[in-house]
């Protein structure tokens, strides 16, 4: 167990390293700094603006900003849509695969277009290799420049004086694919590449075992995919074991290059945040807040795991209780990991939106599986999806001053704005809309007739099959991907309730968001007073820690008390029957 926890502390300290650089490298991207790329790629970048018409000088407003991120959401979810039904028509099909079913169809497009890439399907037995390269990958860098675009545009709006406009979303997504997700995609391919992960375009290869039959090797050019898939914080990979498949997560090292891979571009951002709006220790308050919450998370999920089964436990003489699993909870575990890469990989997976996954998070203890569920359901901050978690944690950082503010019977100034009372409806707005959706829809599955029809629904009775919807409600909405895979999800209901769980909870979460950078943007900075919160200090972070709990994960406690808490206590006094 040392030698693991050694290996993800050095994890820890090269995503540190990597963001550092990363994100002073996004603010020149973003600001229209020279970058080092800008000889090769600046030819590129304003070739394309000619083509599709952009004015590369046209700031928007909120709104507009909206429209067009609306806009292009749409018209990729188009295409994306029609290739996938068509896939039996086009090229690159050579396991003649048919077209995708309607429902199934329309759950998967919005799946990648709001970067959820939650999958109801098996990767290998249904999707093409056109409908895999370009249907879906097309949205892993899509839907992860929109998260870096809406992020930015936040933080023009905290950090400008007296303006109305946020830039320009076309320009922001297309230079966060160009000089950011493509280059790093690249490289972290050929990393891949080299230690295994498949990256071919032959059929799929028979096998003869040695007991004289034959199996089917599905191969395809994975190893790019997987790049973007972790990168940027799409999780939706070709074969259904996702990254506990070989051909997508080798070994040991894939492993943790992976969660480097997860966690960079979040906390690069934060870094981004810091330096945009003129005092890095800005940003280090809020990556401090997300750090502290990640660190926590994982050390739960880890010692849960290394610990086991609660019901799997001897008592001895002195009534003390021991594990009888000494090498930890290895149930839907791959032995190339063990329990605490694991749990390392869980947590990532879900501190981010990434939802990949290297072991079955259904097998899970009931404390593990908690972890990533909570990790889900506060926003995912810690340090959040790709954009995503940052632009959430400023939401809870416009919350943080505003309480602080009621305590102390102060105007609440956040970066030397005031926040007044539009800004904080708005920011609890954006909270109460993910609450709303993920509980709404969990109980509309649990109640309706219809989710357990044409065999869908939890294949689990008890508190256990209630943990897999909430899981999957918490994890459709939270835009992450991850299940826990006893829910059967491909049917009618479950496809259309999922789909359109996916897409209010990416969409109609960023509207607020957007709004409220508008309304900060329009704000005149005023100079801080001797009550001022100060907001770059490691109080503030405490104070934002305590906020994100509160607001975010108590809100659920309830139904956690109806899943994973209850089946805690039952196995742990070994209560298993259901």
Partial sequence: MVVELIGVALTFIAVAIGAWYLGGFMVKVFTGGRTFLHPVLRPVEVG???????????????????????????????????ILRLQDHLPLNPMAFSGVAPDLAWNTTVSFVTNTNWQNYTGEQTMSYLSQMLGLVLHN?????????????????????????????????????????IPLSVIAAFVLISQGV??????????????????????????????????GNNGGGPFNANSAHPFENPNGFT?????FLELLIPFALVVTFGKMVGNIKQGLAIGGAMVAIFVVASGIAIGAEQVGNPALTAVGADQSRTSTQPGGNMEGKSVRFGPVYSANFAA??????????????????????????VLIQIGE????????GLYFMLVFAILAVFIAGLMVGRTPEYLGKKIESKEVRLASLAVLIDVLIILGFTAIAVLAPAATANGGGPLNPGAHGFSEILYSFSSQVGNNGSAFAGLSGNTVFWNTLGGTAMWLGRFFEVIPILALAGALAGKRVVPAGAGTLGTDRPLFSGLLVGVVLIVGALTFFPALSLGPLLEHFQLAANHLAH
Avoid: C
Avoid at 49 to 78: C, N
Avoid at 381 to 388: C, E, L, Q, T, Y
């Fill in 48 to 82: 394309f603006y000619r083509l599709s018409g952009i004015k590369e000088d046209h700031e928007q407003s909120w709104i507009l900003y909206t429209i067009a991120m609306l806009a292009v959401q749409v018209v990729s979810f188009i295409l994306t849509y029609l």
């Fill in 141 to 181: 860098f899509l839907s992860a420049a929109t998260g870096i675009a809406l992020a930015v545009a936040l933080i023009r709006g905290m950090s400008a004086r007296k303006l109305k406009t946020l830039g320009n979303f076309y320009v922001d997504a297309t230079r966060a694919i160009l000089y950011i997700l």
């Fill in 198 to 231: 498949i990256q071919s375009l032959d059929p799929y290869q028979t096998a003869h075992t040695i007991q004289g039959s034959t199996q089917t090797i599905a191969v395809g050019p994975f190893g790019s995919q997987e790049a973007i898939k972790d990168l």
């Fill in 255 to 259: 492993n943790q290059f992976e969660i």
């Fill in 348 to 373: 990532s997976t879900t501190g981010t939106s990434t939802g990949s996954v290297d072991s079955s998070h259904d097998s899970f203890t009931p404390i593990g599986g908690m972890v990533a569920m």
């Fill in 381 to 388: 901050v810690a340090p959040g999806g790709i954009g995503a």
